[in-house]
């Protein structure tokens, strides 16, 4: 009774985030308020007490949310950005590893050399969800928003290798730089081979045996797709491979399979719907999990820090201050370091002004925010050593890492308003011109397909079925000349007014079906199953119209 009172507290937790955000006037990013409200589920009557462990949260939480975001991101994006995502993701988490692993031994003399590194490592990764949460929609350009995704999603696989192998060095007091970078280069191979293999598998096996008709319940496959991540990772974890990767990988192999395939349309929708919801409930259980353990790990420290002295409570803060700080100067140097080589080879092409300036690098930078991954990776260091001797500095290192989380947050949500404010972005998405292509190029190829269809069944038709079947054609027909006219360059101002126009009048005339079938149901002329068929068909052609609305805006 107690775990199912925890989950509901948690998912209550949730739902009321998303409700403070909308009601309250100042934007408040939404992880900031999961994370308050989890702060505040410590008090001693509410405390849900839950204990946090690693092993239990990477398993859980971590394998559908990689997924969904490798099933999401844009592939061409990611391919195209390939080199600077794999430089920030493997080599800025390599040299933040050795560079501020060095610096924390040395300001915290306490912590020992391989827990430094182990530190270092839980800090390289990146969370692009609490950064798409805190920036707002479009609000970072395109092209370096799809960097930062794609470097969160390598980040992670990179960090938490560099952990195991710090953490190996820590209880054994030996390190092979060679046996961890071919070490690295298996675990990394062999984590994104099995996510695509099992992407691959299911998708196969769903075309045979479950994509047969739009007839079918669409339930068993997408409970199939929910599957997929937690078994890529616990395979790949199991065969000692990166989980994170493989998670990644079948998501990304998904993207591509399922749209092969082309499954029934309930499916998809169905899908869609199931996904969204599982994200926005996973985010934000690991942002409430995150508050939750922050009054204990930080507030505890610094409550006992202050009834020693004051001077400890400050020097604590301080050094959450100054790894903050050698995390930003690391990330700001090689982001630089980077932009100056893509600047002399640009110049070498002719090319001016075509690498992005000193406001870009500064975004990077601050946008280089840390979540719960870090958390995990830094509770999970083992208590002892080998010989049973507590393990030096783990209290201090879990301290560090739980105040750089907060800090960077805390940053981010300042200083990202401040340096995106007056940045230039194009009033045209980014993809507009694409997006209208492949409308008209699919509108013409409705076209072609519904007149090959008239041509083959009107064969053998007498006159009157003839003429019957050419109005029907013309019906079809014209809706998509309608469209390809709505996307027409050179259309006159009338129809962008008529076309405003019909959409106002086709939204009306759905508000009054609703009304209809709601009368009917109350009247008890029609069912509450057929009201909620007829609502879901009218609510579908309300999403698609809205849809193609926002896509010509």
């Known amino acids: ?38 702060a505040l589920l410590t008090f001693p009557r509410v405390n849900p007490h839950v204990t946090f462990d690693p092993d239990i949260f990477m398993a859980l939480f971590i394998p559908p949310l990689l997924f969904a975001d490798g099933w999401r991101i844009p592939k061409r994006e990611f391919f ?68 930062l995704e794609g470097e969160a999603l390598m980040n992670d696989a990179s960090g938490l290798v560099a952990l195991k192998f710090a953490i190996a060095a820590a209880l054994t007091g030996y390190f092979s730089l060679r046996a961890a970078a071919l070490s690295f280069v298996l675990i990394a191979a062999g984590g994104l081979a099995i996510g695509a293999a099992i992407g691959w598998l299911f998708s196969f096996v769903s075309a045979k045996f479950l994509n047969t008709t739009d007839e079918g319940d669409p339930a068993p496959g997408v409970v199939l797709t929910l599957l997929i991540p937690f078994a890529a990772y616990l395979l790949a974890e199991h065969l000692e491979c990166s989980g994170v990767l493989a998670a990644v990988a079948a998501g990304m192999m998904m993207n591509y399979t399922s749209a092969a395939h082309m499954g029934p349309v309930s499916e998809r929708i169905r899908a869609t719907s199931t996904w969204t919801m599982i994200e926005f409930v996973f985010n934000g259980m690991v942002f409430t999990l995150l ?72 975004i990077t930078t601050v946008a280089g925010v840390r979540g719960a991954v870090t958390l995990a990776g830094v509770l999970s260091l083992p208590v002892v050593l080998a010989d049973g001797s507590p393990l030096p500095g783990r209290a201090t290192a879990i301290f560090i890492a739980t105040g750089v989380i907060l800090a960077s947050l805390l940053v981010a949500i300042v200083g990202l308003p401040l340096l995106l404010r007056g940045a230039r972005r194009g009033r045209v998405p980014p993809h507009a011109a694409e997006e209208r292509a492949a409308r008209i190029q699919a509108a013409q190829s409705a076209i072609r397909a519904v007149d090959a269809l008239y041509d083959e069944t009107t064969r053998g038709m007498d006159e009157s079925e003839a003429a019957y079947a050419a109005d029907t054609t013309a019906r079809v027909m014209d809706l998509y000349r309608r469209r390809l006219a709505t996307l027409d360059k050179d259309r006159s101002p009338h129809a962008g007014r008529a076309e405003t126009l019909e959409l106002q009048m086709r939204l009306a005339a759905m508000r009054a079906e609703r009304a209809t079938l709601l009368a009917l149901r109350n009247q008890q002329k029609i069912n509450d199953e057929t009201m909620a068929k007829l609502m879901r068909e009218v609510d579908l052609t309300e999403t698609a119209l809205k849809s193609r609305a926002r896509g010509r805006a």
């Open 291 to 362: 508050g939750l353990q922050f009054p204990g790990i930080l507030g505890k420290a610094l409550l006992d820090a202050h009834q020693t002295s004051n001077v400890e409570m400050l020097r604590l803060i301080g050094y959450i201050a100054a790894v903050l700080a050698a995390l930003y100067a690391m990330r700001f140097a090689w982001v630089w370091v980077l932009r100056w080589f893509a600047s002399r080879g640009a110049a070498r092409h002719g090319l001016v002004n075509a690498v992005p300036g000193l406001r870009t690098v500064a």
């Open 80 to 147: 195209l950005q390939r080199r600077a995502i794999l430089m920030l993701a493997l080599g800025l988490v390599l040299i933040t590893v050795v560079a501020v692993g060095y610096f924390a031994h040395w300001l915290v003399p306490q912590i020992s050399l391989p827990v430094a590194f182990a530190l270092a490592a839980v800090l390289s990764p990146t969370d692009a969800v609490a950064l798409s949460a805190i920036a707002g929609k479009d609000r970072i350009p395109a092209q370096l928003m799809h960097i």
């Open 1 to 38: 009774m107690e775990i199912l009172l925890t989950v509901l507290i948690l998912l209550l937790a949730v739902a009321l985030s998303g409700v403070i955000v909308r009601l309250v006037r100042v934007k408040l990013p939404l992880p900031l308020v999961q994370i308050g409200i989890g």
